[in-house]
């Protein structure tokens, strides 16, 4: 929570994995990017699993059930979540505040959660030792290309990328920022508790816990006391170990992660001038309309 200003992070989490694709450049990319969202999604899927023919084609099938659920159910929650954060947008808020909202759109996602889950796991038995092998070549390539954004450039050009990133994110959804502001912002990416460190081997780790689970299952589901219902549960626990680390550790860290990300959404949204939060709120509002449009 920690990376993304704090409106886009509860847009993010309203649309899900579409914004993963479509990066919220533009209201007309969520409505096509959603009604698109099966081929995308069926795409990245077997770039890292390597389907076969039926596999893919399960696949699409699962993720055109997914969206449909999705359209029927969690449209028009996420829709008056948005018409909420409107109302937030005119006036100073709390990082109480701003965490019950994160709380809200965790709900969301974890519903989402529950119904990937059930229209995966068919799938996810189907996998081969050859295509777990793949999506571990796969993780450590895409585990490099984050050193190399990360780890290699020294503390001063992370520092600096953070900030460019975080000024443009705030400006692109407020209008321009003020020089207090842009000050603000670098200083509150100064003091992120987030460590690159850190953060590769918790990654690391969550991909070990990841592919060892797929493997288990896998191989449990040749057994006579399989149970479908407690697979899925397995497999959504798997989907939400980024929400909520099973490590108490990992928990407490992604706990003040959010906490902090909180606290500075709210200082400096209360920073923000009447024009700005006008603009905020009609981008707010523009998310909220794509989304009943979708309906």
């Known amino acids: 929570m920690a990376k993304i200003s704090f409106w886009l992070r509860i847009i993010a989490a309203s649309l899900a994995a579409l914004v993963v694709s479509t990066g919220l450049s533009g209201c007309s990319s969520i409505k096509f990017g959603y009604n698109q969202l099966p081929e995308i999604s069926s795409w990245w899927l077997d770039n890292y699993a390597n389907f076969n023919d ?3 084609a399960d696949t699409k099938a699962a993720l055109k059930s997914l969206q449909s659920w999705h359209r029927k159910e969690e449209l028009t929650p996420l829709a008056n979540l948005l018409l909420q954060t409107q109302g937030m947008a005119s006036k100073n808020i709390t990082p109480e505040q701003a965490c019950d909202l994160w709380d809200q759109t965790e709900k ?30 796969k993780w450590r390539e895409k585990n490099e290309d984050w050193k190399k954004e990360w780890l290699e450039p020294t503390a001063e050009e992370r520092l600096k990328k953070r900030v460019t990133s975080t000024v443009n994110r705030y400006s692109d959804f407020y209008g321009k920022l003020s020089e207090a502001q842009v000050k603000l912002l670098s200083q509150q990416v100064q ?99 794509d989304l009943r449009d979708l309906i």
Request: hydrophobic fraction near 35%; aromatic fraction near 4%; glycine fraction near 0%.
């Open 191 to 289: 003091r992120s508790k987030w460590d690159p460190e850190k953060s590769l081997q918790t990654r690391i780790k969550r991909q070990q816990t990841q592919l060892q689970t797929l493997q288990d299952l896998v191989q449990a589901s040749a057994k006579p006391d399989f149970s479908m219902a407690a697979a899925e549960k397995t497999l959504y626990h798997l989907m939400t170990m980024g929400m909520r680390p099973q490590d108490p550790l990992l928990m407490q860290q992604q706990t003040q992660l959010e906490k902090q990300a909180c606290e500075n959404f709210a200082q400096f949204h209360n920073s923000t001038t009447a024009i700005q939060r006008q603009k905020a709120q009609r981008q707010l509002k523009a998310y909220e309309t």
């Open 54 to 56: 039926k596999q893919a």
């Open 108 to 137: 969301r996602l974890d519903a989402l959660a529950t119904e990937t889950a059930r229209l995966a796991l068919p799938i996810v038995l189907q996998l081969t030792p050859r295509q777990m092998q793949h999506l571990e070549k």
